[in-house]
Nanobody, 119 residues
Framework: EVQLVESGGGSVQAGGSLELSCTVS????????VAWFRQAPGKEREEVAR???????EYADSVNGRFTISQDNAKKTKYLQMNNLKPEDTAMYYC?????????????WGQGTRVTVSS
């Protein structure tokens, strides 16, 4: 069974930083892609960043320049470095991954880690 476990959330002041981690287990190969999503109460789920197996990245306009996604394939861990956090970044953050090594279909989700940014 493929599982994703997120960690690193917490409470910070506006302008602060956090680094989220997502560890992927149950795969004998590298996932084609892994993405970070967030969802605040009463709002739709939003993709904030994704990284492909060989390193290409994409970011939502709302976080571009502030967030950086990276990966350590040897550790099967993905990271989301979040700098200059804003109150509007407050949300549950979820990691999602493709079970395929070639097709970026995000089928598996973690349980989430909470990020709270106070003004």
């Amino acid at each position: 069974e493929v599982q994703l476990v997120e960690s690193g959330g917490g409470s910070v002041q506006a302008g602060g930083s956090l680094e989220l981690s997502c560890t992927v287990s149950g795969l004998t190969y590298d996932s084609a892609c892994v993405a970070w999503f967030r969802q605040a109460p009463g709002k739709e789920r939003e993709e904030v960043a994704r990284i492909y197996r060989y390193g290409a990245t994409e970011y939502a306009d709302s976080v571009n320049g502030r967030f950086t996604i990276s990966q350590d394939n040897a550790k099967k861990t993905k990271y989301l470095q979040m700098n200059n956090l804003k109150p509007e970044d407050t949300a549950m953050y979820y990691c999602a991954a493709a079970v395929s090594g070639t097709l970026c279909h995000l089928h598996v989700w973690g349980q989430g880690t909470r990020v709270t940014v106070s003004s």
